[in-house]
């Protein structure tokens, strides 16, 4: 799933809730200069609503732990290095950093109030995502800094063959 160009992950969900607010408050109050009624700009945002729920899927808002258990959640980045293979008693065999030096670690994970929560070995909570929206298999994720980013979940892929070794 790729954000249009005038969506950045600083600036989207601000600018866009910017331009539904206009618009709403003009389908409810009317135009003075063009002099279109109320009700035509009522059926203009009715309209544009209609679309909306039409054309886009409702996006899941909670993660399951039934849909990751046995997954691999990876970030979907040029330079960074992020994926977290999630087993089912709680593990995540992660690998970490950038696209040349990066290492695998392991964590613990759990979902909270719909969010996935990655924790370091202290119990320390290193990561918390809240789910933005899901087609197929493509996840765009929000930090708790509001930093949007994009995932592919891969099914049926568990920690790697490299990684368990390491965690013996």
Not at 86 to 100: N, W
Not at 143 to 165: I, K, P, V
Request: hydrophobic share 35%.
């Amino acid at each position: 799933m790729k954000l249009p160009r005038w969506i950045s992950p600083k600036t989207g969900s601000s600018f866009l809730r910017f331009a539904l607010l206009s618009l709403a408050a003009v389908a409810f109050t009317g135009c003075a200069t063009c002099h279109t009624s109320h009700s035509e700009w009522r059926e203009v945002w009715n309209d544009f609503v209609n679309e909306h729920r039409t054309c886009h899927s409702s996006p899941p808002d909670r993660w399951t732990r039934e849909e990751l258990i046995g997954n691999r959640l990876t970030l979907k980045d040029p330079e960074r290095v992020e994926s977290y293979a999630l087993e089912d008693d709680g593990d995540a065999y992660a690998t970490i950093g950038q696209k040349h030096d990066f290492a695998d670690r392991k964590f613990c994970w759990k979902i909270h109030s719909g969010r996935l929560q990655i924790f370091d070995d202290h119990h320390c909570l290193y990561e918390d995502l809240t789910l933005m929206s899901q087609e197929g298999s493509e996840i765009l994720a929000k930090r708790q800094n509001g930093h949007l980013l994009q995932y592919q979940l891969s099914s049926g892929l568990s920690r790697s063959a490299t990684a368990e070794q390491s965690f013996k």
